[in-house]
């Protein structure tokens, strides 16, 4: 038997949400419905402390069981490159599945399977053909990531706006100099200067916007459905159609959607031309929407001022990309929404809520558009 580890992070006070369910029929029936949790993730950051695995447990409603697998998983990207064992055992008679992605191996080893949760936000490698096909409801954790990573975008445009990279590179060589700051051609800029396209208006992109209007910066949202109007901070949206044009008109570009087949490779080296000079590129989507080497090439060449990079084609970014040598490339190893102290409490309020719906029969929150992608 695995020995759960001693979390090394603090978990927060207030108390994780317990919900009572409803039980329709009035009666209590024998157990004969389960969810499997699959969260015992390698990294201590993901995996599922036992207040959160409490609360959950203790929450079933009547006639359910909750199984936890207690073999590590991976939570790194989608999740679902791999399942345990354990996890193959578990999922024959479970009718939900909670895990970080999802994997044909598990799909075809169940046979009573309702509803998949990932808590990942993205569900790209999730969608193989069979569960598309299939009448098994997918949902994902998209919201409970947006405020950790709309900091992280704050925090990496203000670091470059006032030349926090200039700073560090200047320490790290002890040099006392101020003319990169303060003379001909500084880089420095103010918020209320940033004129920010954001690539997506779900939770994450709003998230981000409200943040960067709140500082004074103008919005624009691309979405696939302009017609939801402009997420919260976004005084303006737009649709995909309209990229080229608004590109010219932006210094900062946010690259905040889902990969789909219609985003991938969508930020190409000649439109990455299109933004305005010195403009700052971040990108906290997946790696593919992104040409890597053609982003390396203007910023080596000065073309734009930075990036803040979360996400790569290829993770672990590999040791001869470029970009690790660029001093204007802020980049972190797909972390922007970790938050060790309410993560949990946000990812087990979601499930907790989304089972009770699926009890009464109701719609689930943040139910994914299997043809869409999202």
């Not at 447990?57 to 999740?79: K, R």
């Not at 925090?155 to 320490?171: K, M, N, S, T």
């Not at 990169?180 to 940033?194: I, K, N, Q, T, Y």
């Not at 972390?335 to 102290?341: D, F, H, R, T």
């Amino acid at each position: 038997m695995r020995r759960r580890r001693r979390h090394a992070y603090p978990m927060r006070d207030a108390a994780i949400p317990m919900r009572r369910f409803s039980n329709p029929g009035g009666t209590l029936n024998a157990v004969s419905r389960k969810l499997v949790l699959d969260l015992t993730a390698s990294a201590a950051q993901w995996e599922i402390p036992p207040r959160a695995l409490d609360s959950i447990m203790g929450a079933a409603p009547p006639g359910w069981s909750v199984h936890s697998v207690s073999s590590p998983t991976s939570a790194e990207s989608d999740g679902g490159h791999h399942a345990s064992s354990d996890a193959l055992l578990a999922i024959r008679d479970a009718e939900v599945y909670v895990g970080y992605g999802f994997t044909p191996a598990l799909f075809a080893a169940a046979t009573k399977l309702r509803w998949v949760h990932s808590a990942s936000a993205g569900v790209g490698s999730l969608l193989f053909p069979e569960i598309v096909r299939s009448d098994v409801v997918v949902t994902n954790s998209a919201g409970i990531y947006a405020v950790p990573i709309a900091e992280y975008v704050v925090g990496g445009i203000l670091a470059l706006l006032r030349g926090f990279d200039l700073a560090i590179a200047a320490q790290r060589e002890r040099r006392w100099e101020k003319q990169p700051f303060d003379g001909a051609g500084s880089p420095l800029r103010e918020m209320g200067e940033v004129r920010a396209l954001i690539i997506g208006g779900g939770g994450i992109g709003g998230a981000i916007a409200g943040r960067l209007a709140a500082l004074g910066s103008q919005c624009t949202a691309i979405r696939r459905r302009p017609e939801l109007g402009p997420p919260a901070g976004c005084s303006r949206v737009a649709g995909p159609h309209q990229l080229d044009e608004l590109l010219p008109l932006h210094n900062v570009l946010i690259i905040a959607a889902p990969a789909t087949s219609e985003t991938r490779g969508l930020v190409t080296g000649e439109r990455l031309d299109r933004l305005s000079k010195a403009a700052i590129v971040v990108n906290v989507a997946r790696g593919a929407l992104l040409d890597e080497e053609a982003l390396a090439e203007r910023l080596l060449s000065g073309r734009l001022r930075g990036a803040v990079l979360d996400v790569f084609r290829e993770e672990p970014l590999s040791h001869d990309s470029p970009l690790w040598a660029i001093p204007t490339a802020i980049l972190t190893p797909h972390v922007a929404g970790v938050s060790p102290n309410v993560y949990w409490e946000r990812q087990s309020g979601l499930l907790l809520e989304n089972w009770n719906s699926y009890v009464r029969g109701e719609p689930l929150r943040n139910t994914v558009d299997k043809a869409a992608g999202y």
